[in-house]
Nanobody, 115 residues
Framework: QVQLEESGGGLVPVGGSLKLSCVAS????????MGWYRQAPGKQRELVAS???????VYASSVKGRFTISMDGAKNTLYLQMNSLKSEDTSVYYC?????????WGQGIQVTVSS
């Protein structure tokens, strides 16, 4: 059974930083495509950042240069370092995994950036 458990969300002021973690079980993070999505109220879920199985990175244009996705194989954990946060980054963030990164999902974690 695959489980993805996010942590690290919370309330942060504009310009602040947060680091999200996603601990995986039932899969090996280095052997599968993984990514972070987010969904704000009334909006569609959007891809924030991803790592392909081959190690290629993709970032949404809105977060490029501010967010960094990484993984620790030894801890079987995916991370999202978020710097220079903006109010528009406020959303529920989801960890995802799978060949198209939509097969397995975490429960989501709230990130609120206060202005």
């Amino acid at each position: 059974q695959v489980q993805l458990e996010e942590s690290g969300g919370g309330l942060v002021p504009v310009g602040g930083s947060l680091k999200l973690s996603c601990v995986a079980s039932g899969i090996i993070v280095s052997n599968i495509a993984m990514g972070w999505y987010r969904q704000a109220p009334g909006k569609q879920r959007e891809l924030v950042a991803s790592i392909s199985r081959g190690g290629s990175f993709v970032y949404a244009s809105s977060v490029k240069g501010r967010f960094t996705i990484s993984m620790d194989g030894a801890k079987n954990t995916l991370y999202l370092q978020m710097n220079s946060l903006k109010s528009e980054d406020t959303s529920v963030y989801y960890c995802a995994a799978g060949p198209t990164m939509k097969q397995f999902w975490g429960q989501g974690i709230q990130v609120t950036v206060s202005s």
